[in-house]
């Protein structure tokens, strides 16, 4: 059986090649909207599910793995700016503060679902208006939940983090681990092999 990646984020491909996990990629171009209503973690659960199921319609007899990561300040979701503007807001909001980035993972298989979440705390050093107008231009902010990227210039302004390294960068790599050997798509056995 295959596994099917159902996500366009280079991020989320490169973890699972750092796994050493055997994988294809399909985009997923599902709507992304979701009701306010909603907490974080279960918007970012019914996103992986959606994207997930979405890409399952072109692949029923493999493995499809869904993920959305999104950042929560004090209740408020803050997923990818769409602006330069925005991107500077949610910059302001979250330095000198600890927020949660959540990661809702999904992954179908033989007519069956396992969705999970995963919730690592990040906080922000304080930044000065000229740190994040600097950030803001460099673009690495505008395709990332609360606009930074841990994995690149924006680590610079992350004075810690508690939990998974990997879930803020949009995969949390044990819990995919643990899913992929609940499933029986692996073994510890294989893994060793590999």
């Given at each position: 059986m295959k596994l099917i990646l159902a996500s366009r984020s280079p991020r989320r491909h490169d973890i699972l090649q750092w796994m050493g996990i055997p994988f294809e990629t399909d985009i997923?171009?599902?709507?992304?909207?979701?009701?306010?209503?909603?907490s974080a973690a279960d918007a970012v659960q019914m996103l992986a599910l959606r994207k997930a199921q979405y890409v399952q319609q072109a692949h029923p007899d493999a493995l499809v793995l869904?993920?959305?990561?999104?950042?929560?300040?004090?209740?408020?979701?803050?997923?990818?700016?769409?602006?330069?503007?925005?991107?500077?807001a949610y910059l302001s909001e979250l330095q000198g503060k600890t927020h949660t980035v959540y990661t809702g993972v999904a992954l179908l298989y033989s007519n069956r679902k396992d969705v999970r979440v995963c919730k690592t705390e990040v906080t922000f050093r304080p930044m000065s208006e000229l740190e994040i107008q600097w950030y803001v231009k460099t673009g690495e902010p505008m395709d990332k939940a609360g606009a930074y990227g841990l994995q690149g210039?924006?680590?610079?302004?992350v004075d810690r983090i508690k939990g998974n390294y990997f879930n803020v960068i949009g995969l949390p790599a044990p819990l995919v681990y643990e899913m992929l050997l609940d499933s029986g798509f692996m073994t510890q056995e294989r893994q060793m092999l590999l």
């Open positions: 997923c171009t599902a709507a992304e909207d979701l009701p306010d209503s909603l869904g993920a959305d990561t999104v950042v929560e300040l004090n209740g408020a979701i803050l997923g990818k700016p769409d602006s330069e503007e925005k991107a500077v210039l924006g680590s610079v302004f």
